[in-house]
């Protein structure tokens, strides 16, 4: 079956930087709807950003963009996020999906059938 495990989550300050990495496997087929999401106490789960695994189709939300970005490993099987310019704002538990139906990836969260477990990262001075 599909595994998705995330891992880099931080302490870090305001204005810092971080990376996160989602490693996948499993999968059956040579593309796949991706995303990134992060939920924060007392809220629900946020959109990142969404993508598919072979590149292109990016979205990010407006609230990272310019700030985070996605990059990938092929060999490794494992996808990145850059986290620049961090806001306590950004403090969260974040998630990695993978949507098998489709090679891009869905805003609605709903639509991913494999997640990862989450990894916290906290912006604080």
């Known amino acids: 079956q599909v595994q998705v495990v995330v891992s880099g989550g931080d302490l870090v300050q305001p204005g810092g930087s971080l990376r996160l990495s989602c490693a996948v496997s499993?999968?059956?087929?040579?593309?796949?709807?991706m995303g990134w999401f992060r939920q924060a106490p007392e809220k629900e789960r946020e959109l990142v950003a969404t993508?598919?695994?072979?590149?292109?189709?990016?979205i990010y939300a407006d609230s990272v963009k310019g700030r985070f970005s996605i990059s990938r490993d092929n060999a490794k099987n494992t996808v990145y996020l850059q986290m620049n310019n961090l806001k306590p704002e950004d403090t969260a538990v974040y998630y990695c999906?993978?949507?098998?139906?489709?090679?891009?990836?869905?805003?609605?969260?709903?639509?991913?059938?494999?997640w990862s477990q989450g990894t916290q990262v906290t912006v604080s001075s």
């Open positions: 999906a993978v949507d098998l139906r489709r090679t891009y990836g869905s805003t609605w969260y709903g639509e991913y059938d494999w």
């Open positions: 993508f598919s695994w072979t590149g292109g189709s990016t």
């Open positions: 499993g999968s059956p087929f040579d593309n796949y709807g």
